[in-house]
């Protein structure tokens, strides 16, 4: 199985702030890395698709980047509906595999 | 809109088959690959396997052969069963689509929890 790194673990920003996730992959899995968001007691929603595509409707204030083994999610300016956990998901090959998840906190 | 809807029973017995269901609405269930995920706390976000239209199947080797998924075009609703469940089993299991040649899980349920305990 491709085994999935998130860092950091958890991070604490304010609103407005500039925070980056990174996720890197134990194989090169070329684009095949989605982003998604999860807030308590909720499911999963994807935020980004094949590293960098913005899926629909979600703000553009998300943004993805990386290719083969290294990947980064930045949101430019934090808001208050964006203290979350964060999970990268690789769809390079099966099974598809997750990262541990970042989670932001408000500081 | 395409909704996802997992339902089946919160409790399950050690070594018994846990069942659930995915009722999909707004799409034929013909026409994607609808995956399970299951989220526990301490294994985190985990791919069980994926079904497309009873033709073709794919399973995680980490359930040894304890999963089988199956639909049903007729209710439009897809089925996981789980077997020799023990409580490392217990955990909120989520159904997902993905679209052929896309390779992202969109959208997911609303999940349901179950846990395995006597």
């Known amino acids: 199985d491709i085994q999935m790194t998130q860092s950091p673990s958890s991070l604490s920003a304010s609103v407005g702030d500039r925070v980056t996730i990174t996720c890197r992959a134990s194989l090169n899995i070329q684009n095949y890395l989605n982003w998604c968001q999860q807030k308590p007691g909720k499911a999963p929603e994807l935020l980004i698709h094949r590293a960098s595509s913005l899926h629909s409707g979600v703000p553009s204030r998300f943004s993805g980047s990386g290719s083969g083994t290294d990947f980064t999610l930045t949101i430019s300016s934090l808001q208050p509906e964006d203290f979350a956990t964060y999970y990268c998901q690789q769809s390079f090959s099966l099974p598809y595999t997750f990262g541990q998840g970042t989670r932001v906190e408000l500081k | 809109q395409v909704q996802l809807r997992e339902s089946g029973p919160g409790l399950v017995k050690p070594s018994e088959t846990l069942s659930l269901t995915c009722a999909v609405s707004?799409?034929?269930?013909?026409?994607?690959?609808w995956s399970w995920i299951r989220q526990s706390p301490g294994k985190g976000l985990e791919w069980l396997g994926y079904i497309y239209y009873s033709v073709t199947t794919n399973y995680n080797p980490s359930l040894r052969g304890r999963l089988s998924l199956s639909v049903d075009t007729s209710k439009n609703h897809v089925s996981l069963r789980l077997n020799s469940v023990t409580t490392a089993d217990t955990a909120t299991y989520y159904c997902?689509?993905?679209?052929?040649?896309?390779?992202?899980?969109?959208?997911w349920g609303q999940g349901t929890l179950v846990t395995v305990s006597s």
């Open positions: 997902a689509r993905e679209a052929y040649g896309e390779n992202w899980l969109d959208p």
């Open positions: 707004g799409v034929s269930i013909r026409s994607y690959y």
